[in-house]
């Protein structure tokens, strides 16, 4: 079976309550372990920036049943491609809240101040990630 990272862009709907975040990483946690989907979510209160990797079939229902949620419109796919391996192979869904540092690695790697992954470039939204990945790990080590 091939292993996949699906990237992929979407903005907030009128239905996203600013509660909703938390059920969506509950949600995320919960059914991506089954399917041994793993990845990274990032929210800046109007758009999210998702890394999903994994076998392609259940990579490719997680991005289904997500596509059909309706707190979020104009889903856009920025990179699709078999991998040799996983980046985010422990986190069934990381995230990061929106902090000075994710404001900071957002401009890092956006063409201008303002959070906009449809502007990115895909090799620049999954460095993002992966930098962000790396800020979860610093916070966690700092608060062991």
């Not at 996203?16 to 059920?23: A, E, G, W």
């Not at 419109?73 to 540092?101: K, S």
């Not at 994710?102 to 460095?127: T, V």
Request: net charge negative; hydrophobic share 35%.
């Amino acid at each position: 079976m091939s292993l996949v990272c699906l990237l992929y862009a979407s903005t907030i709907s009128e239905n996203f309550s600013p509660d909703d975040i938390k059920q969506i990483l509950s949600s995320a946690e919960r059914n991506n372990g089954k399917q041994h989907v793993t990845g990274m979510l990032t929210f800046d209160r109007r758009y999210f920036l998702q890394c999903l990797e994994g076998g392609r079939e259940n990579v490719n229902q997680v991005y289904h049943r997500i596509a059909r949620d309706p707190r979020h419109q104009r889903l856009e796919i920025l990179d699709y491609q078999c991998v040799p391996h996983r980046a985010f192979a422990n986190w069934n869904m990381g995230y990061l809240q929106n902090t000075q540092t994710l404001i900071e690695l957002f401009y890092k790697y956006s063409p201008s101040n303002q959070f906009d992954p449809y502007q990115m470039s895909p090799e620049g939204a999954f460095m993002l990630l992966l930098d962000i990945k790396q800020e979860i790990q610093q916070a966690l080590q700092s608060e062991s």
